[in-house]
């Protein structure tokens, strides 16, 4: 079983910032990569930020140079800040989680359930 607490959403206005924050915990063996991903009304879940257990990260074009992903890997947290947010960012903010649950098992994957991200003014 696993957990995952996602907290820091909220309404906005454009231009501003919000920090969010998501805590893995429960049974987990070895986490590969925490990301949050997005999905905005009539739009398919797309990948928003993701970093890997040796900090690798990847960014969407439309993010790069706004937000900034960072992970503390001893507390399973990782954290978004988003700056310069635009009404284009509004959606529902999941965390996801890839993982193993036991030794030698394959990569799961464990989703959040989502906080709500509005900017609008």
């Known amino acids: 079983q696993v957990q995952l607490v996602e907290s820091g959403g909220g309404l906005v206005q454009p231009g501003g910032s919000l920090r969010l924050s998501c805590v893995a915990s429960?049974?987990?063996?070895?986490?590969?990569?925490m990301g949050w991903y997005r999905r905005a009304p009539g739009k398919q879940r797309e990948l928003v930020a993701v970093?890997?257990?040796?900090?690798?990260?990847n960014y969407a074009d439309s993010v790069k140079g706004r937000f900034t992903i960072s992970r503390d890997n001893a507390k399973n947290t990782v954290v978004l800040q988003m700056n310069s947010l635009r009404p284009e960012d509004t959606g529902v903010y999941y965390c996801?989680?890839?993982?193993?649950?036991?030794?030698?098992?394959?990569?799961?994957?464990?989703w959040g359930q989502g906080t709500q991200v509005t900017v609008s003014s």
């Open positions: 970093v890997s257990s040796s900090d690798v990260t």
């Open positions: 996801g989680l890839y993982y193993s649950a036991s030794y030698g098992g394959n990569d799961d994957e464990y």
């Open positions: 429960g049974s987990i063996f070895s986490i590969y990569r």
